[in-house]
């Protein structure tokens, strides 16, 4: 919310493209984590417990020890998954309960670790071009070698251990497809390894992840200097509108602001100079535009579409609502050690 109006590139195909604003691109990180959680309470509200159902799942040994009384097994069945905390069980099971059930706790779980991947590797690029940087500590070395250097570690941490939180995911779901009729050890082998795995590597990515909003930074500078070397280029459409407004021809002024942007192009990529796309149009007598008239179209804030709006929209409705259902859980320390 503090960043909704700050206006930044925005990027497709790492190409600069139409402006967003640092708060709304935010929220498509939290977008992805809101999806997350709605299939943890999913996954939460449905679970069930296998409840007692003996060898191959039939209740045979039951049925000797309440002489053939289904009913009694059956509310055995359902006072044992009461006692151990679950208010639904499977009303039929293998030796096992459903492997499926394993395989989708590791999607949730890999879910979570994609969104976080998702994050660093924005948040690695965004770190390279200087605009947001994750925390950085006042002892903490950047670099082995170039003393220099700002390594995004923490986000490095995150990306590492979602590979291997993501890579776990077919493990879940080869246990589940493979499994012979009642069951097969492999089963339980394998889950004994890959979802505590899983559920220690996500704290893990959470703990750091964390750690790394509590101490983002934003260099406004930075954003602004970067925005006005394309801004030109992204405001020839404005500029098209106000000339023809004035009377000029559209086809012409296309063409020539065309021109004068391969020019400009040329001044920044070949001669590493500034971007002096506004000055040419202002020099060109065609165009009905004085230099005070383009600087206003110029302005970052014309660019940015509803972002803000959208963003705060965004938060009221979508997120408030989270952090007033979950509040006894906020607040939770994340230190580190980097």
């Known amino acids: 919310l503090e960043n909704k109006n700050v206006a930044t590139l925005g990027f497709t195909h790492f190409q600069a493209a139409q402006l967003t604003t640092v708060g709304k691109r935010a929220t498509l990180w939290l977008q992805s984590l809101l999806l997350d959680l709605e299939e943890l309470e999913f996954r939460e509200n449905t679970l069930r417990f296998r409840g007692v159902k003996g060898t191959t799942g039939t209740q045979a040994s039951f049925k000797d020890l309440f002489n053939g009384d289904f009913s009694k ?105 493979t499994q012979w009729f009642e069951r097969t050890l492999d089963d339980s082998a394998n889950k004994r390894l890959s979802l505590p795995q899983a559920f220690l590597a996500v704290d893990a990515i959470l703990i750091i992840w964390n750690n790394i909003m509590e101490g983002l930074v ?54 590493g100079k500034d971007n002096d796309l506004i000055d040419r149009i202002v020099n060109d007598d065609y165009f009905k535009l004085d230099k005070a008239k383009l600087l206003s179209i110029l302005e970052p804030k014309n660019f940015i579409g509803f972002a803000a709006e959208q963003t705060e929209k965004f938060i009221n409705i979508e997120i408030k609502p989270i952090l007033d259902k979950y509040k006894s859980l906020l607040g939770m320390d994340s230190e580190l050690k980097v």
């Not at 976080?116 to 903490?140: C, G, I, M």
């Not at 000029?248 to 391969?262: A, C, K, N, P, T």
Request: net charge positive; glycine share 4%; proline share 2%.
């Open 73 to 177: 097994v059956e509310e055995l069945d359902v006072l044992v998954s009461k006692k151990m905390g679950f208010d639904k069980r499977f009303a039929v099971t293998g030796q096992t309960y459903d492997r499926k059930v394993d395989s989708g706790i590791m999607n949730l779980l890999a879910n979570i670790a994609q969104s976080a991947h998702k994050f660093t590797n924005d948040l690695r690029l965004l770190q390279h071009l200087k605009e947001v940087e994750e925390p950085f500590e006042k002892s903490q070395i950047g670099s082995s070698a170039m003393a220099y250097k700002r390594n995004p570690m923490r986000s490095e941490r995150i990306s590492s251990l979602a590979k291997f939180v993501i890579a776990l995911q077919q493990s879940t779901a080869m246990v589940a497809s």
């Open 218 to 271: 934003v260099y406004n500078k930075i954003i602004e200097k970067h925005i006005m070397s394309e801004l030109p280029f992204m405001a020839t459409e404005y500029i098209i509108m106000e000339c023809v407004k004035a009377g000029g021809d559209r086809q012409e002024l296309h063409e020539r602001i065309r021109v004068h942007s391969m020019e400009a192009g040329k001044q920044v990529k070949v001669e």
